[in-house]
C-alpha cells in the first residue's frame, strides 16, 4: 500500500515543481532519497544502561533495528579509541521513509516546545535538510513515564535536488512548517 505523503508527492508535488523550476522531465524533479535517524552517546559512552535506553528508543520511533557506528580513528582529547562504539543511527528508504517524514511533519514537530516552525537555514549545498531534536519527548512512540534519561537525535533527509532552493520547495510543498526567514 503506498504511503499518503508518497501519494502528496506524485499528484501534487511534482507537478508543482515541473512548473516552478522549468523541469521538461519528471525525472528532473528533487525527490527524497533517504532518511538518516541517528544519536550519539557523547559522554554516556561506558554507560551499557543508556546505550539499550536510546537503541530501544530509535527503535520504537523507526520501527526498523539501529546500527551501532564505530570510530575510524583515535581521538585523544575526547577518549576515544579508534573501534569504538560512538553512537547509533538508523536510514529509511521507501515506505517507511514518508510514514516517518509523515508522522515528523504532522505530529512530532507541533508537540515540540515552543515551536514556530524549523529554520530553512539548516540546508547543505545539495538540498539535504538536517534537524536536530534536543530530546525524544516530542515523538508519540515515546512514553514519558518510561524514560530514565533525555537523549537528542537528529534526522538528515537526503535530497536529490541540486541546490539549497529545491530543497526547500520540495519540504515545504511535501506540508515541513518552514518558518519565515
Known sequence: MESRLNKIYKEKVVPALMAEFGFKNVMQVPKIKKVTVNVGY????????????????LTVITGQKPVHNKTTKSISNFKIREGNEIGVSVTLHGKRMYDFLDKMANIVLPRVKDFRGISPKSFDKQGNYSIGFKEQLPFAE??????????????????????????????????????DK
Do not use: C, W
Not at 42 to 48: E, P
Not at 146 to 174: D, P, R
Open 42 to 57: 557523547g559522554r554516556f559512552i561506558k554507560d551499557g544502561a543508556y546505550i539499550e535506553n536510546v537503541t530501544k528508543t
Open 142 to 179: 515515546v512514553k514519558s513515564d518510561a524514560v530514565n534519561k533525555i537523549h537528542g537525535l537528529q534526522v538528515v533527509i537526503t535530497t536529490s535536488a541540486k541546490n539549497k532552493e529545491q530543497g526547500l520547495a520540495l519540504l515545504k510543498m511535501i506540508g515541513f512548517p518552514f518558518r
